[in-house]
Nanobody, 122 residues
Framework: QLEESGGGLVQAGDSLTLSCSAS????????MAWFRQVPGKEREFVAA???????TAHADSVKGRFTISRDNEGTLFLQMNSLKPEDTAVYYC??????????????????WGQGTQVTVFS
C-alpha cells in the first residue's frame, strides 16, 4: 500500500528526491516517516511528518540536509541535499495511525513500503 520511488546512484554532494505514494487507503491522517537501513545494521529513523501536531522531525544526522514533506494528495517526499557516502542505504516509507507513540520507533508503524536504494559515491 506504500511504494517508494526516486532512489538511484549519485555522487557525493548531489541531491535526490524520494517519493512515497499510497494506494488502498488514505494516509493523510497518519504519521508518515522515512527510515533507512544498510546491510547488517538496524533500520534507523530519518524523518517524520507527525500526526500529533502536524510538525516534522529529522534525525540529527540529516538535519539541515534532508527535508520531509507531504502534498495535499498524501504523497510523501524526502528531499535529500548534500548527499554523503554514509547516506547510502535502502530508504523505506512508513505509515502509522498512532497519536502518542514514539515516531522514531520502528514498532510504531504498521505500513511499510518495499524500499528504494540510494547509493552515494565519493
Amino acid at each position: 500500500q506504500l511504494e517508494e520511488s526516486g532512489g538511484g546512484l549519485v555522487q557525493a554532494g548531489d541531491s535526490l528526491t524520494l517519493s512515497c505514494s499510497a494506494s488502498g487507503r488514505t494516509f493523510m491522517a497518519y504519521t508518515m516517516a522515512w527510515f533507512r537501513q544498510v546491510p547488517g545494521k538496524e533500520r534507523e529513523f530519518v524523518a517524520a511528518f507527525r500526526k500529533k501536531d502536524g510538525n516534522t522531525a529529522h534525525a540529527d544526522s540529516v538535519k539541515g540536509r534532508f527535508t520531509i514533506s507531504r502534498d495535499n494528495e498524501g504523497t510523501l517526499f524526502l528531499q535529500m541535499n548534500s548527499l554523503k557516502p554514509e547516506d547510502t542505504a535502502v530508504y523505506y516509507c512508513a505509515g502509522g495511525a498512532f497519536l502518542l507513540g514514539d515516531f522514531r520507533a520502528i514498532g510504531s508503524y504498521t505500513y511499510w513500503g518495499q524500499g528504494t536504494q540510494v547509493t552515494v559515491f565519493s
